[in-house]
């Protein structure tokens, strides 16, 4: 009587099978990983055009209906308190000397911050302070100051209210966040052309930012919320900038376009997302 031996196969992997697995792993991952990066970034760039073009309409809504620009919009400035001047543009920062910024716009292209100056509206060909009533005219009361003391948080951004006009501002002085007309300021004159095409600003016109924070006043009427770019991490301002053209005649603001806080316009961020497509499937 014989008995049957049964015999164990050894079902572990070799290790030169291990090798080739992992090998496999890694070349689909060098494929795969990329196409998800710019998926990731084609996601962005559609959401930012769709907030951008959103919010310019809800502004535009809301002048309609309340025959002003919402109030309470940020003023891209620096304060440091309630209806005192700003000192400055709010700039990229290192808040705590770490080497990495933690409050200011985004320091990255097209450079919104280095397109930027403060410049005081009280001015104007027709009489002091044209600039600024050509901004009054269109219901700008108030605006936001940001502090530059405290770490920024895209949600929560200016905390000081700023007034177009106060007792102590003899001669309506009203300092604003300007886009600088310079025509060697590289990074002005690109958002300058995305905005108004090769014939640029108008004579004796001024374009002024405001950022669409969580405090303005079409929240509730026109918009439901004020967005922010959609890979914004919290440590720079993050909120969509809305873009007024004032005139040194005086007469009535208008709205130039909306960027956001990189200063891209809507072209821009239309092209960028186009090619971020995979595989250069570019749409139109």
């Known amino acids: 009587m014989f008995c049957k031996r049964q015999i164990r196969r050894n079902s572990s992997f070799t290790l030169v099978e291990l090798v080739l697995v992992v090998t496999?792993?890694?070349?689909?991952?060098?494929?795969?990983?990329p196409q998800i990066s710019q998926i990731g970034r084609s996601t962005d760039m559609a959401a930012s055009a769709r907030c951008q073009g959103d919010i310019a309409k809800d502004v535009q809504l809301y002048f309609t209906l309340q025959k002003r620009y919402p109030m309470y919009m940020d003023s891209l400035l620096v304060g440091t308190g309630n209806y005192t001047d700003p000192t400055g543009v709010y700039t990229p920062n290192d808040a705590d000397g770490d080497g990495e910024q933690e409050t200011g716009l985004p320091d990255s292209g097209?450079?919104?911050?280095?397109?930027l100056m403060m410049e005081d509206l009280g001015t104007g060909t027709y009489g002091t302070g044209s600039y600024l009533r050509s901004l009054a005219r269109s219901g700008l009361e108030y605006v936001m100051n940001h502090?530059?003391?405290?770490?920024?948080?895209?949600n929560n951004s200016?905390?000081?209210?700023?007034?177009?006009?106060?007792?102590?501002?003899?001669?309506?002085?009203?300092?604003?966040?300007?886009?600088?007309?310079?025509?060697?300021n590289k990074d002005a004159q690109k958002i300058i052309h995305g905005l108004l095409g090769p014939r640029g600003i108008p004579t004796g016109a001024k374009l002024v930012c405001f950022g669409y924070g969580p405090s303005n006043s079409a929240l509730g009427t026109t918009s439901l919320q004020a967005p922010v770019y959609p890979g914004c991490d919290g440590y720079y301002y993050g909120h969509y900038v809305v873009v007024l053209m004032v005139y040194n005649t005086g007469e009535r603001a208008s709205l130039a376009g909306v960027i956001d806080a990189y200063g891209?316009?809507?072209?821009?961020?239309?092209?960028?997302?186009?090619?971020?497509l995979p595989n250069g499937a570019r749409r139109g």
């Open 24 to 33: 496999i792993i890694a070349v689909l991952a060098g494929f795969l990983i």
């Open 110 to 115: 097209p450079h919104l911050d280095r397109a």
């Open 147 to 154: 502090d530059r003391s405290k770490e920024c948080k895209s």
């Open 158 to 184: 200016g905390v000081f209210y700023y007034k177009l006009q106060s007792g102590k501002q003899t001669g309506q002085v009203f300092n604003a966040a300007v886009i600088d007309d310079d025509p060697s």
């Open 264 to 276: 891209r316009y809507l072209n821009y961020t239309i092209d960028q997302y186009n090619e971020s």
